[in-house]
Structure formats: structure tokens, C-alpha cells
């Protein structure tokens, strides 16, 4: 099964790899494996790839990925948007090799490490410090499974980690994606504070700070008990790592399935998604209408509810009148 596999309904996607032609590598992905076919005219000498995608990454770097045109990387190049054309033929394959350099490739220090899981926890980290040296590299959309070299090596180091473990190769996949996924989620938070504290001059605490008066400011006990008595608690302005925690969590799930295989307990199986395919769902039109239908409630929920809170002041505020008189 590929990693993608999973993403679609087994039932109707089960092609097997040896049923297709071997596809022809788009050009990006050509590009970045240094196998494309150079432009027969242009200004070689001057202009190369490797120029252009460091020109879009400092760009994008300094300012966003909004930054980054074909027009906007030639000016900064000193060349005209049709000479960039010879070399990166579409914005796509530029956003793919701009992530591809910017990903870069995975540190090796986490080798010197003993146990599975400080090498799989040092690479969380050094992906985690990837999306906050590049923060536009979380704006770019996850279109499939990582074909790149210093993508697939990301990966690679990923499994290597968990290579002297009784997982199987897929159960491997699963726990290297798990913690991708989590140092994505993780560094999406860390560069949106970060850029709040930027944008608003304040500080890291002091953002923290405000968030947490605005959630104390909105959520009543009779809408949100749970999240309200959290926020009674000090969450919001605790000092402890949630996302570091919860990485510790899933590395201690991993372990302890692997300690019932070294047991001889048997690998557990997970059942194919077999639930509607997304595709299907999107242009039914039933399907269309429900969504719609629901919204419609959760807006008029939402008003009922804007209502009550309204009432509820006007009540108080009656009631305190009549206590002063």
C-alpha cells in the first residue's frame, strides 16, 4: 500500500503499482532530481535553477510567499520573467524546488543517538526548526507523498530511526508520518505566534497573555463548561509544552505496542477506510444540501444563543437597578 493510498476508499482504488506505465516524471520533480533537459538557449552563464530557487526562497523569506512572482524573482535576478521561463516553466515547479530547499536535508547528529526514540524525537525537533526558519513553507498546499531527494530523505531518516524495531515496514510509516505530521502542527502554531509577536511589537508571553484574556473575556460555563473550567485552571497561561507533551505520548503508544510484540503479540491490523469516497460526496447534490442545511442551523444556533447571552445582561443589569433603588 502507498502512502497515498490511504487518503481514498480501497474498494474502488485498489490499482496495484504493476497494473500502470511508469509515469513520466513531471518537470519540477525532474528539476529537483537534477534529470531535466537544460534550456538550448538562454543566459547560461548568468542564470541557473539553483540561482532562481535561492532568489524566490530569500524572497519569500524576507516577506511571504505572496512575495514570490516569475516577475518578482527576475527583478531581483536583473533578468526579464520570459528568460526564467527556460529554466522553471511554471510557478508550481518553483514553489516545489523553493520547498525543497528550504526543507533541506535532515541533520545527521540524531545518528549518535542510542534509542529509537531520541533519534525520532531529534528529528521532530529539527523539522519543527525547518517551518520556523521558513514559515511560507506551511502555506504551501500537501499535494502527495514526498517524490523530492531531500524530501524523500526527511523520510528515509524517519524509518531508518525505527529500523531495529519489530515494527513492519508499514507500521514504521505510519509512526514517521505521525511525527511529521505533529512537527507541522507544531511549528504552524510556534511561526503564528511568533508572527503575531512580530506584527503586534508585543512579546511572546505577552501575546499568551492576551489570547488567554480573550478566551476569559467570552467563554461562559454555561456554553463551554470543559473548556471554561480549563481556562479556570490556567491553561492558557501555563508554562508547559502541550505539543511536547503530546509528541511524548505517542512516542510512549509506540513503545508500548512494541513491548506487546516482543511479547509475541500480534501485530494489529487496521481495518480499509471504507467510508464515502470524498469525491463522490462533493458533487452530490443531497450531500450538498445537508451540508448547507446544517450550516443554516449552526448560524441560527449561533444567533439563539447571541440572543440569550443578550437577555441574560439586559436581566442583570434590570436587576442591579433594582437592588440600588
Avoid at 511571504?64 to 527556460?86: C, D, E, N
Avoid at 517524490?147 to 525505527?162: K, M, R, V
Avoid at 508585543?202 to 492576551?210: I, S, Y
Wanted: glycine share 6%; with cysteine.
Amino acid at each position: 500500500m502507498t502512502i497515498t493510498h490511504c487518503l481514498f476508499n480501497k474498494q474502488k482504488y485498489d490499482v496495484r503499482m504493476t497494473d500502470l506505465e511508469p509515469p513520466e516524471l513531471p518537470r519540477g520533480i525532474a528539476l529537483a532530481w537534477g534529470v531535466a533537459a537544460n534550456p538550448q538557449r538562454g543566459p547560461k552563464r548568468e542564470m541557473s535553477v539553483e540561482r532562481i530557487v535561492e532568489a524566490a526562497v530569500e524572497l519569500a523569506d524576507a516577506d511571504g510567499i505572496g512575495a514570490v512572482s516569475m516577475a518578482a524573482v527576475a527583478a531581483k535576478l536583473g533578468f526579464t520573467p520570459m528568460s526564467l521561463y527556460r529554466y522553471v516553466s511554471a510557478k508550481d515547479d518553483l514553489l516545489l524546488l523553493m520547498q525543497e530547499e528550504a526543507t533541506g536535508l535532515p541533520p545527521e547528529d540524531h545518528l549518535v543517538l542510542d534509542s529509537w526514540q531520541e533519534r525520532v524525537r531529534a528529528l521532530f525537533e529539527a523539522q519543527v526548526l525547518v517551518y520556523l526558519r521558513h514559515p511560507w513553507l506551511l502555506s504551501l498546499p500537501i499535494s502527495g507523498s514526498p517524490i523530492t531527494p531531500n524530501s524523500s530523505a526527511w523520510l528515509d531518516a524517519g524509518l531508518a530511526a525505527l529500523e531495529q524495531t519489530p515494527l513492519t515496514a508499514e507500521e514504521r510509516v505510519a509512526v514517521a508520518l505521525s511525527v511529521t505530521g505533529h512537527a507541522r502542527w507544531y511549528g504552524s502554531v510556534l511561526a503564528g505566534y511568533t508572527d503575531a509577536a512580530r506584527t503586534s511589537g508585543l512579546t511572546a508571553d505577552e501575546v499568551t497573555a492576551q489570547e488567554a484574556a480573550l478566551f476569559d473575556r467570552v467563554i461562559t460555563a454555561d456554553e463551554y463548561p470543559a473548556l471554561r473550567r480549563a481556562i479556570d485552571d490556567g491553561v492558557f497561561l501555563s508554562t508547559s509544552d502541550p505539543f511536547r507533551f503530546a509528541l511524548e505520548r505517542i512516542l510512549d503508544g509506540v513503545q508500548a505496542y512494541i513491548a506487546g510484540l516482543d511479547r509475541g503479540e500480534a501485530h494489529v491490523s487496521q481495518p480499509d477506510w471504507v467510508g464515502a469516497d470524498p469525491a463522490e460526496l462533493a458533487g452530490d447534490k443531497r450531500y450538498r444540501d445537508a451540508l448547507k442545511a446544517v450550516r443554516d442551523a449552526e448560524k441560527a444556533l449561533r444567533a439563539a444563543r447571541k440572543l440569550e447571552r443578550q437577555s441574560m445582561r439586559e436581566a442583570a443589569e434590570r436587576l442591579a437597578k433594582a437592588k440600588k433603588a
